[in-house]
């Protein structure tokens, strides 16, 4: 037996659970909209009774507020399942499309066709959203998927094992908990689709192991955002946000400011504002912030470890710790940091950082700072902080990234008409609302002939034959 089936072998019931589900995906793909309408809203319906159940398990795996799971575990669902609910039928209807004057006769349509059997491989970060957000899109299109959340966060994928259970059949949707040996085997199996969400590596691996059936692929990928303020920027109102941006989830955010290029003129204005926002935000008493209900925790252990190598690496090879530095290993507790003095020989600019460590990098001329962005990997975001229209315009037109907020940070992902994803390292694909829809969706052209005949271009090729290419030419 081969390796990649021996792995499958080793968890039978994903084989049974694939089989059953590619029984039914032909039933599934005939389903109308108001009857996704209804399987979406019964995820609705659960969330609802099950709010306190969702805060609990994000607390018990890293301590996440109860406040920021509503906001940004909760509320992005909902607003996924409200958004979509209310455009399903309007993107399931057929859509005509032009007919260019030489197919007259014919009418040309698109059709959205369920893909099928759909995986959907989560991270750990934001455990619930993460996976069930795509879910939602995956029902809309018609499909039937497993779901595997992430081993990281065994709390909240235990409960929602016990969701999906509770709301759908096994062939409809199921759940596999575990770690990347249930994802080897699931990646193994001919899915249509499969939607992935996590780091470039293990990415690279799922598009290797989708290559063997085909199958398309959803990319939801991570990486360094970088964040610019010129001189001209509102340098309070940029420190309050990229602070929100960065410590939200304990920086464990894809699109988390992940490093600040800060023109050289507003650089110590902003650290200050930096320092004084993460104050208000988590410590208005002036107690610790360790203290604060409102800060979550790394992980675990070995992302602690990781990030604070991270910043012992700066540390030694000249950084300087200007803001915080408290950590405390036995809580996995890391005080938001700010680092200075950093240069491309250390680790904290090499990798994501995916914490609460922020290094800030000074510039003179915006060239100098796109230099900065343009030798590393095309980021999932790139935020801008200005009020100099041509500053915006010339670092866009200059850069490449996933997605771009200007004079804001994080909202991108909450707007479902807006495409959310990467490029490249940081992704391949789009979602939200439409977009993860078309994800799941083969885009399928149709056509039809009504009246008229195409028989004078065929054989024999007479000069007639020819002049008729000709004429059809000069009509394009
Ligand atoms: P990860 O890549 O380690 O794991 C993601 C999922 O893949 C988990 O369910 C894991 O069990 C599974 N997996 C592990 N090995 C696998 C393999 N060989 N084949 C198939 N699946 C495998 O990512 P993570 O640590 O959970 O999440 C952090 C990363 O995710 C960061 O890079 C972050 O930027 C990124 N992320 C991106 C987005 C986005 O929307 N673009 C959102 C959240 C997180």
Known sequence: ????????????DLQTVFTAQR???PHMALTTASERIERIRRIATWITAHETAIQQAAYNDFRKPATEV???????VWLEIKHTSRRLKQ???PQRLPTTISMMGTRSYLHHEPKGNVLILAPWNYPFALTIRPLVSAIAAGNVAILKPSELTPHMAALIRQMITELFPVNEVAVFEGGAAVAQALVQLPFNHIFFTGSPAVGREVMKAAATHLASVTLELGGKSPAIIDETANIRQAAEQLAWGKCLNNGQTCIAPDYVLVHSSVKDSFVQAYETAVKTMYSPDGKPIEASDSYARIVNERHFERLRSLVHDALAKGARVVVGGSMKAEQNFIEPIVLEGVTNDMVVMQEEIFGPVLPVL????LDEALQVINEREKPL?????????NNIAYIQARTSAGDTVINDTLLQFTNTELPFGGINNSGLGKSNGFFSFQEFSNQRGVMQRDFGLMQWLYPPYTDKVNRLISYIKRLA
């Not at 037996?1 to 039978?12: F, I, S």
């Not at 509503?70 to 509320?75: K, R």
């Not at 975001?381 to 229209?389: E, P, Q, T, V, W």
Request: a positive charge; hydrophobic letters at 40%; zero cysteines.
């Open 1 to 12: 037996m081969n390796t990649l089936l021996a792995e499958t072998a080793l968890y039978p």
């Open 23 to 25: 029984r039914q995906a």
């Open 70 to 76: 509503t906001l940004s575990e909760i509320l992005a």
């Open 91 to 93: 993107w399931m209807k």
């Open 362 to 365: 000074p510039y003179t001329s």
């Open 381 to 389: 975001a790139l935020y801008i902080h200005s009020k100099n229209r």
